[in-house]
């Protein structure tokens, strides 16, 4: 599947071979659309050139007991998920990226993160699919796990290529493809107000909370509040659609910060709690639409401040999947993911998260969302898309356990670049790429000798790729009953939500 490409008007047809550790590094960003912050990223490889398939990224645990728990389950969602969309993976190629930690230098961080690749290196080699290729990026810098050969991958790391002057980096030019800046800024788009704003608009929250919750918990009220919420988000989004636009990223959200009054955010925020009500809201999915609604609901989800956080979750889906429905994936997996971590147990995230991941027709989604509930539309859509591919099994999001502190759910994603090959020749030629196809504990992992491509071929990258997403899932949680508006875990119970 290529629907990265199809949105950027790329046919799929550039090819760019990357040949060496450096190219490979160089190109990550161009292969997920944006840079990768505390990440592991894993990518399937298939064909005696290494074509690229379904990838795979999760924010890196922070606590090193869950790495092995971890690179289990990912090694199992990449590899099961790839062979259900372009067949077993013939190997991988495994990034992990993060910054040094205070005081600490890139090279320390590389050997802090050593026993995480090594985990992974097990965990693929122990479903027989080998990882060809293992480097760290940090601090400007990267380093392979795998090459032992100090003259192309020294101790003290390789400097990445400047921005824009790679080979992945020309094509993607060529092709018309940007890379967006890093996951940490496209979040920081989506995260709450700082004071002295967020304490004005959490006693704004508190009042709409004590007005409303009692209307929506009454049945009598509720519809009443329901119509009340639409009418206010019409206008709105009015307002939104007529601002004129701007195009540096960060001006943009102050100018629709300012486009809504803290009372009125407060009550669209607590109203929204309701799914009948955010139901409704969904509704708003295409053309114009859809562009002003992502700007509303990215402006409320940041009014989403102190013990409201958890309300976050409502906008930041809807934020998702206005994204999504507009044909920008990788927006909608940043507010999907950011949802997720919010409120694991949000039903609606979960099951957008995993249709995005499935690549369920945005065309029939839409159908769904405008003649049923939000869930049970894209529940039953996800169960389609997987009973055609025979995976029912998978029917239910599979849980991929998020240690405490990490970056994200797990995404799968197609890549935003040209497509390309990956062929290390050259690195073949001064490197013992052999290592890279045993796992991290000898050779009782390794992959079927059937299964192998060439020695000194470490695979290839084909972004934009034939291989389609891989299997991601969202964490896992149990269902709350839907549609009933829940008081806040705080004292006081100010404010209500519903899950789901």
Known sequence: MTRHNEAAGLSGAEQVTLRSPAELADALPYVLGFQPDDSIVMIALHGPRGRFGGRLRLGIPRIPEEWPEACDQLAECLISGSERRAGRPDGLILFLCQEPAEGESGQEAMERLRPLAQCLRTACGRLEVPVFEALCISDGRFWSYVCP?????????????????????????????????????????????????????ERALDAAGAELVPRILDGGGCAAVCAETLGLLGRMLDRFRAAPPVADTRSADLRDDGLLDDQEAATAIIALQDRRTRDRAAGWMEGVEADAALQLWRALARRCVGSYGEHAAAPLTLAGWAAWSAGDELTARVALGRALRVDPDYLFARLLHQACNEGVSLELLRQCVRREGADRAVHAAVHEELERLGGLEAAEPVEVREAAGTAGPADSAEPAGPASDVEPAAHARSCDTGAAEQPAEGKGGGGQEERRPERGRPGTASPGGEGGPAQASAPGGRRRPEGRPRTRRRSGGRGARSRG
Not at 175 to 195: K, T
């Open 149 to 201: 050969d100090r003259r192309c991958c020294p101790p003290e790391g390789v400097p990445l290529a400047l921005p824009g002057t790679s080979v992945m980096a020309a094509a993607a030019t060529f092709a018309g493809v940007q890379v967006r800046g890093s996951l940490r800024e496209m979040e920081a788009r989506l995260a709450p107000l700082d004071a002295p704003r967020a304490e004005e608009q």
